[in-house]
């Protein structure tokens, strides 16, 4: 289920922070609930990914270490195990939210298409990761009731954009033979795709900060630094494939406190 990588269901957290509600005590219950169906759901449908994927895994340097790959967890029981768990997350969103429950089964067919057959094509798999980001963000303030601006949910899908093409980068140079959309990329072409993205986030986060509240512009320049210093991870460490990293990388965390502490001081400063 890859907990490890569970820390992309954070993004449901943002709508409570941009729509200074962080200190609305009252909102959090739901929005735990709603991170632990996230969790559920996502960790349910790398299972059924793995089953899939199981001959290419054992091939992969690193994917064969994983349980089913490795024959460590047989599929008659990872199958019906993550079934179990999708069907439970899905009725638990419903009993939170009817939205809510609505985006979870959006958020099933989306990532069930991506594994079964999107994931194949090249640009389509980037968008296609780039709208589980937006769904995880709508999901987020729908269970809570609040609306952030548009600019923000730009910035998220562009994001998603930044971090996959920055994988798909790192897969070609290591050679990796395990999707087949790679065939379709060069590593000039994902350093494009990647630039772009970047210049397009940069531009969309400060849009929004203009449209907002101007003071956030002053953390337009560690928004920068933290988007510069994944680019240049990826290309001085071939960083891509591992975004979790970040937070062992000393001038990422440092940064990322930098910005937070700001945003949360220009948001809510005037009321504590």
């Known amino acids: 289920m890859r907990p490890h990588q569970w820390y992309k269901n954070l993004i449901l957290f943002i709508g409570i922070i941009f729509s200074d509600n962080l200190l609305n005590l009252g ?3 739901p929005l735990l ?9 996502s960790g349910s449908l790398y299972i059924i990914n793995d089953v899939k994927d199981i001959d290419l895994d054992k091939l992969h340097p690193k994917k064969r270490y994983r349980p089913i790959a490795a024959g460590d967890l047989s599929p008659a029981i990872a199958v019906p195990t993550a079934t179990i768990l999708i069907i439970g997350a899905i009725v638990l969103g419903f009993v939170i939210n009817t939205a809510f429950g609505l985006l979870c089964l959006a958020y099933l067919l ?3 298409t991506y594994t079964a057959y999107l994931k194949n094509y090249a640009i389509i798999d980037a968008i296609i990761i780039g709208v589980g980001f937006i769904i995880r963000a709508a999901a987020g303030c729908v269970v809570i009731g609040v609306r952030i601006s548009p600019w923000l949910i730009l910035c998220v899908f562009l994001f998603a954009l930044v971090l996959t093409f920055g994988k798909r980068r790192q897969e070609l140079i290591i050679a990796d033979n395990s999707r087949a959309c790679l065939t379709d990329y060069s590593v000039p072409m994902t350093e494009n795709f990647l630039n772009l993205s970047v210049s397009l986030l940069l531009m969309s986060y400060s849009l929004y900060s203009v449209s907002v509240n101007e003071s956030l512009l002053f953390t337009l320049p560690f928004a920068i630094f933290g988007v510069f210093r994944y680019v240049q991870l990826v290309h001085l460490d071939n960083f891509g494939g591992s975004c979790e990293k970040l937070l062992l990388d000393r001038p990422s965390v440092i940064n990322l406190i930098l910005w937070a502490g700001l945003l949360i001081f ?3 400063g005037g009321f504590l």
């Open 266 to 268: 220009i948001l809510y």
């Open 27 to 29: 909102l959090w219950v």
């Open 110 to 112: 989306t990532n069930s």
């Open 33 to 41: 609930l709603a991170f632990l169906v996230f969790c559920i759901l």
